[in-house]
């Protein structure tokens, strides 16, 4: 397999306020469209798409969106590959939206891997548990009947929502997609939990307790990197995640 | 105030799904039209909008000099910018109104609405050239953009007619080609509803509501649309219950061409949504004979479209609110939606009310000076 035979990179390591045990991030499964392109040596296209958090634009404080530092954390990491992220995030978007904009975006953009980042305004808005799973289950099928890698990216840990069960509900379903289908998942609600319990005085929100703080969007982006670059070139040495 | 008509009563019906549609997770969502078509509400209302231009186009404004005509839909175009501003910023206010009421900063996110809070040097430059959008408050933008297209649709009309329909699909064709669209600033990505693409379906509108021409002809040959119609709105049933949607891996380019896209109104939902029109269109009559007080209530909600839009879309928004505040369950869906078409049709009696006064008044101004002279 060419992939082991060239030097291969080692997936960015998490900065220290990110840091959480590897089984609260995600685990590695194949991704073998992103393999494939990437051991062509072809340009990566990668969507990032769905609700809240993929803000585009600098916030008053400068903020970068997670896309643009998953793009520069990806690019360190793979170094000599040419990688693009397309944001197309819409901050308060439920899930049937987006599904029908990554109709869309697929055709004129013809990304190689969606990062979905799912779940959030469908428990807010109290869509149907059912009628959400239906939506993101048969996208996914989409998207893989494509050829197109996706990785699921949960929704936040926001500790207003910890007893909310709608919220946790929508939660479960995202992981238990991801189970079944055998994508990658970025579990960042276990993540948030995480270091919202061992290190409360590094906040990843704004004092709002909700909007994510540029250490929020740090961090979020090193799940995701992490998770990809596990995923495409660490399966070999580790069981998928089931 | 004009008698309940067929254009009103279909507008009204488009008006009240929209309203649904724009609640996600409502019960009653799962019982509008677009469940088992490939089209929705949206492809109606654009479709009924060209309907509606060429009736003012052919009426009131036909004996207009070119100027004029221009300067009339021009100011109709502006009227509409300024509904879609103050309806925008009513929106983003009640995201705001119920983010500290409800202590729950996530509203500001919804519906796009975070770049006003977050960035609002850039968002405010964005919402006046109408590059930033909130989600589901995106078919105005779209409608807004046709009516500044209208003028040159009606001049067009008035001196090359033949050249509309070759003109306008060319345009739509070339879009699903090069997947042209306009971009959206500062939230980065392009329209939700590509508006040199669904211009066709404005076009399409305004051509058939005529009775010559392209509308002439459908005229003569509805029972064969009919026949025509019948299969691509049974075929599109499965399509829609399953969810489906063509691959694009396999098929040729333009691909645009062969999706179910909504964004650039791809062939297959226009297709749909002109066998619906074939098919229901010229029901009216029926309808206002078996529910008369259904056909009219929707007629008066359609007489009164803008003002009607505009109240529907803050409903379905403080609708998704109540869901958040209050669960989603069927008796308090239900509640939501009596309460959100009652308000609609609240609007739409005040509305006409209101229209009634101001010709009253118009008819006082004009009667006074003749009583005057006369008096003399």
């Known amino acids: 397999m060419a992939l082991a035979q060239t030097q291969e990179p080692a997936p960015p390591p998490l900065s220290p306020a990110c840091d959480v045990p590897a089984s609260d991030l995600s685990s590695p499964v194949p991704m073998p469209n992103v393999s494939a392109r990437l051991q062509q040596m072809k340009p990566l296209r990668i969507l990032a798409i769905g609700s809240s958090s993929d803000l585009a634009y600098g916030a008053p404080s400068g903020i970068k969106s997670y896309p643009m530092r998953i793009e520069s954390l990806l690019e360190t990491s793979l170094k000599g590959s040419d990688i693009d992220v397309i944001n197309r995030g819409l901050p308060g978007e439920v899930a049937s939206t987006s599904a029908e904009r990554i109709k869309s975006e697929v055709v004129t953009e013809m990304p190689d891997l969606v990062l979905w980042q799912v779940g959030m305004n469908d428990a807010l808005s109290r869509v149907d548990p059912n009628e959400f799973e239906q939506t993101v289950r048969s996208t996914i099928g989409w998207l893989r009947d494509n050829h197109i890698d996706v990785a699921l990216v949960g929704m936040q840990y926001v500790p207003r929502f910890a007893k909310d069960a709608a919220y946790y509900e929508i939660h479960d379903r995202i992981r238990r997609i991801a189970e079944d289908t055998g994508i990658l998942y970025v579990r960042r609600y276990d993540a948030m939990r995480f270091i919202a319990k061992t290190r409360a005085n590094q906040p990843l929100m704004m004092s709002d307790q909700f909007h994510l703080n540029d250490l929020g969007y740090q961090c979020m982006a090193e799940y995701v990197a992490r998770a990809v670059i596990a995923s495409v070139y660490l399966r070999k040495f580790r069981p998928a995640g089931k | 105030m004009r008698a309940a008509n067929e254009v009103d009563f279909w507008r009204g019906f488009a008006l009240v799904t929209i309203f ?24 109606l209302f654009v479709f009924l909008a060209g309907w509606a231009m ?14 004029a005509l221009v300067v009339r839909l021009g100011g109709r175009a502006l009227s509409l910018y300024a509904a879609q501003a103050v309806l925008t910023e009513l929106a983003i206010a009640m995201l705001a109104a119920c983010s500290i009421l409800l202590d729950a900063p996530f509203l500001l996110d919804w519906h796009n609405a975070s770049a006003v809070f977050l960035d609002p040097i850039r968002a405010h430059i964005g919402l006046v050239t109408l590059t930033y959008q909130l989600g589901y408050f995106n078919i105005l933008p779209l409608y807004v953009v ?20 070759p003109l306008s699909l060319a345009a739509y064709f070339a879009v699903l080609i090069t997947g042209f669209n306009l971009p959206t600033w500062p939230v980065e990505g392009t329209w939700f509803f590509n508006p040199f693409a669904w211009q066709i379906l404005y076009v399409l509108g305004f051509l058939f509501a005529g009775r010559d021409g392209l509308g002439g002809w459908a005229r003569r040959n509805r029972k064969l649309l009919r026949m025509l119609a019948l299969p691509v709105a049974i075929i599109g049933v499965p399509f829609a219950l399953l969810d489906y949607a063509p691959d694009p891996i396999s098929l040729p380019e333009p691909k645009l ?18 066998a619906l ?46 869901r958040f505040a209050f669960g989603g369950r069927v008796a308090t869906d239900a509640i939501l939606v009596i309460l959100g078409i009652g308000i609609m049709g609240w609007v739409a009696w005040v509305s006409e009310w209101r229209n009634q ?3 009253r008044r118009g008819e006082a101004a004009v009667s006074l000076p003749a009583s005057a002279s006369s008096a003399g």
């Open chain 2, 20 to 43: 649904l549609n724009h609640i996600p997770g409502l019960t009653f969502e799962r019982v509008t039209f677009h469940n088992a078509a490939l089209s929705d509400s949206a492809e």
């Open chain 2, 277 to 322: 029109v074939a098919l229901f269109g010229g029901l009216f009559p029926r309808i206002m004979q078996h529910v008369q007080s259904l056909a009219r209530f929707f007629a008066m909600l359609g007489r009164n479209s803008l003002n009607v839009f505009c109240i529907g879309s803050l409903l379905s928004l403080g609708g998704q609110i109540f």
């Open chain 2, 54 to 67: 060429r009736l003012l186009v052919q009426g009131s404004a036909s004996k207009l000099s070119p100027a």
């Open chain 2, 257 to 274: 061409l062969f999706m179910f896209d909504k964004t650039y109104l791809s062939p297959v939902p226009l297709l749909s949504s002109l």
């Open chain 2, 146 to 165: 046709l009516t500044f297209m209208a003028p040159g649709i009606a001049l067009i009309f008035r001196y090359a007619p033949y050249l509309l329909l």
């Open chain 2, 357 to 359: 006064l101001q010709a």
